[in-house]
């Protein structure tokens, strides 16, 4: 998995609750992707990085938020998670110009929140 | 914003046989367009990629071929092989953009 990591990688929650899930990388790779895979969806973005402390909505990102400090973690957070936000969720990772294009993923965070 | 349709949702076909899963993009900007395989349980791998200045790209026993007038892209898988049963994704960016899009997903089933 291109040397992502990411944990949890299941969890089950409450209603209510704050969930921070984590991406790890040890590629040096300047972007990072939160997606969230659905049954009949696909996968579809969350948020994206370009850069420590540089982030960026994608099209679900309503009741989400992230956050990069270094250049290797990627912090996704649910304030106040919903039953509406189980979902697997997958961290990719890509390159700097001019091979940014290519998304390598991570093995997947398994949220149920109940 | 772009769209990207998947067909089919299933396919199931006997070892050995061909497969051809389809993709249509609404974007005429877009020109690059991956492809991804999904095993139970594990992230997606990208397996083949294509950019809108190649026709048809092939690796092995996988191929990907593009219609940019027609705005559709193929993944096409020879002699399957029961290792080839995933859900297979499509999708489509414009490199300008960090955005990838996704199609739905095809479930492919290799019969021994």
């Known amino acids: 998995d291109a040397g992502i990591t990411q944990s949890p990688r299941h969890k089950v929650t409450e209603t209510g609750t704050p969930v921070t899930l984590r991406c790890h990388q040890t590629e040096n790779h300047r972007y990072m992707y939160w997606y969230r895979q659905d049954p009949g969806h696909g996968l579809r973005l969350i948020h994206y990085s370009y850069g420590v402390k540089d982030t960026d909505k994608g099209e679900v990102s309503d009741g989400y938020s992230v956050s990069r400090s270094k250049t290797e973690d990627f912090l996704l957070t649910l304030e106040s998670a919903t039953s509406s936000q189980t979902s697997v969720y997958f961290c990719a990772i890509s390159e700097t110009f001019p091979r940014t294009d290519t998304q390598y993923f991570g093995p997947g965070t398994r949220l149920t929140v109940l | ?112």
């Open chain 2, 1 to 112: 914003g772009e769209n990207v349709e998947q067909h089919p949702s299933t396919l199931s076909v006997q070892e050995g046989d061909s497969a051809v899963i389809k993709c249509t993009y609404s974007d005429s900007a877009s020109n690059y367009f991956p492809w991804y395989k999904q095993e139970l349980g594990k992230g997606p791998q990208l397996i083949i990629d294509i950019r809108s200045n190649v026709g048809e790209k092939k690796d092995q026993r996988i191929a990907v071929t593009l219609n940019k007038t027609a705005k559709h892209f193929s993944l096409h898988i020879t002699e399957t092989q029961p290792e080839d049963s995933a859900v297979y994704f499509c999708a489509a960016k414009n490199t300008g953009f960090q955005k990838l899009v996704f199609g739905t997903g095809t479930r492919l089933l290799v019969s021994p």
